[in-house]
Nanobody, 122 residues
Framework: QVQLVESGGGLVQVGGSLRLSCAASGRTFSNYIMGWFRQAPGKEREFVAAINWSGSNAYYSDSVKGRFTISRDNAKNTVYLQMNSLKPEDTAVYYC???????????????WGQGTQVTVSS
């Protein structure tokens, strides 16, 4: 089992920045791909970003590429999502997930956090 706890969400103005953190405990953190997904009201949960076990490869959805940066610190069992130039359409609950397989596919992830709300006001 892997337990994931997100933090860092909040209310921010358009163009602002937030840094989300996801602390993991349980099984060996470095064994897993770590991903961030988000879900806006009335919409499906969608892939945002992912990072491989070593941190050497990062993957992003087209909607956040160039604005968001995912990173991980295996010594701290933590993954981060730095979000810059935020837009109203980034408003959603953001979920951290751990898994193996195709990085952008929800079913690749076996473990999920409880989510943290990000609200971008215009």
């Amino acid at each position: 089992q892997v337990q994931l706890v997100e933090s860092g969400g909040g209310l921010v103005q358009v163009g602002g920045s937030l840094r989300l953190s996801c602390a993991a405990s349980g099984r060996t953190f470095s064994n897993y791909i770590m991903g961030w997904f988000r879900q806006a009201p009335g919409k499906e949960r969608e892939f945002v970003a992912a990072i491989n076990w070593s941190g050497s490869n990062a993957y992003y959805s087209d909607s956040v590429k160039g604005r968001f940066t995912i990173s991980r610190d295996n010594a701290k069992n933590t993954v981060y999502l730095q979000m810059n130039s935020l837009k109203p359409e980034d408003t959603a609950v953001y979920y951290c997930a751990a898994g193996r397989g195709l990085v952008a596919v929800r079913s690749s992830y076996s473990y999920w956090g409880q989510g943290t709300q990000v609200t971008v006001s215009s």
